[in-house]
């Protein structure tokens, strides 16, 4: 079992909440380590978002909690009033992040029964103690394994991308189970949707210096259509997959053809994706001359179709316009890695290990 750096530093938040509660002699430090682990969040600018929504959050619930307490009592059935109105509110100003343990500093406020102090002051110290949780978050957060999300979505993109490689290169060849096959189309599904989390992650981080904060800007376009490329690459598989019966039927010239164009294309892609990390070398020809999509893979195909005058080789179009949304992707992402390379190189730093992410 691989424990991630997201636990690690929740437990640590735990323990410093229940160390800062003790230390102002605030009772019971649990409440801080219940909120310090709701509070623990991937980056640290959503940290800071959660810090100040909790604190508008958790005062408003305190507010309401109190008010019902003097007003009404703290009965079981107002408890859940109160809680029915704190949500409402929050639902209002669009805390939504802060609903749950807005809810669980109501539930606390309201069931608690102070002995040898007022309400007011007996529901001050519960507030504190959650604040004092949800800022042991941050601290932990701020300070303790800092997150390198350009590292980890960098590599996540090569790994799914050099997987996808080898199952476009099967499936021309006639090669994977279908079993297997279909099995991997959804693990590259969950993989889309891990890489997507980890880019809005990184699209968090923010910058505080003008000229690092551009050059942010610039990779995070960068890292978009690369995630876009890969995301094309799946398709082309997924439809080269559908329609391999007919692809396996095609004349010679025709497959290997198109054969060669995917293989380069593919080449292509894993080149730019190690240009970016500085392992390789800019390429002699661009992509949009060395393809040539639209004038040689389609009027090949089109000239092979009035040839044969069978309408079963249209359901080969999809293919066909997959394989030209792929390049357009490449061609694309050639660009913007050029573009980035060529300009403000002093602050366009790569900030990439290696290593890789499972």
Do not use: C
Not at 64 to 78: C, E, K, R, W, Y
Request: net charge positive; charged share 20%.
């Amino acid at each position: 079992m691989k424990l991630g750096a997201r636990i690690i530093k929740t437990g640590l938040a735990i323990v410093l909440s229940i160390y800062l509660s003790q230390w102002l002699g605030l009772t019971p430090p649990s409440m801080a380590a219940v909120a310090s682990a709701f509070a623990v969040q991937p980056s640290v600018y959503r940290s800071w978002k959660t810090i100040v929504d909790n604190v508008q959050g958790n005062v408003i619930g305190a507010i309401i909690a109190t008010l019902f307490v003097l007003s009404i009592g703290n009965h079981p059935i107002v408890i859940g009033l109160a809680a029915i109105t704190v949500i409402a509110i929050q639902l209002k100003l669009k805390l939504h992040h802060t609903i749950t343990l807005s809810t669980v500093t109501v539930i606390l406020i309201m069931s608690g029964t102070p002995a040898n102090q007022s309400f007011i002051m007996f529901a001050a110290h519960r507030l504190l103690l959650v604040l004092i949780g949800v800022v042991a978050a941050f601290i932990v957060n701020l300070i303790f394994l800092p997150p390198n999300y350009e590292n980890k979505l960098y590599h996540l993109i090569v790994g799914q991308t050099t997987k996808l490689f080898t199952w476009v290169r099967m499936v021309t060849q006639h090669a994977p189970e279908r079993a297997t096959l279909k099995n991997e189309l959804k693990h590259f599904q969950d993989q889309k949707f891990k890489i997507g989390q980890f880019f809005l992650w990184y699209q968090d981080e923010r910058k505080y210096i003008r000229r690092h904060r551009y050059a942010k800007h610039r990779k995070t376009v960068l890292f978009r259509q690369m995630i876009q490329t890969t995301n094309k690459l799946n398709d082309l598989l997924r439809t080269l997959n559908e329609n391999e019966h007919l692809y396996q039927q095609l004349p010679d010239h025709l497959k290997n053809g198109l054969h060669d164009r995917m293989e380069y294309m593919m080449v292509t892609h894993e080149r730019l994706l190690m240009r970016y990390n500085g392992k390789a070398r800019d390429m002699e020809q661009t992509p949009r001359k060395a393809f040539q999509l639209k004038a040689k893979v389609t009027d090949a195909f089109i000239k092979f179709y009035k040839e044969q005058g069978n309408d079963d080789w249209l359901l080969l179009f999809p293919l066909i316009s997959a394989i030209i949304a792929y390049g357009q992707q490449i061609e694309h992402l050639d660009r913007l890695i050029d573009s980035f390379q060529t300009y403000h190189k002093k602050e366009n730093v790569v900030d990439v290990k290696n290593e890789d992410i499972d």
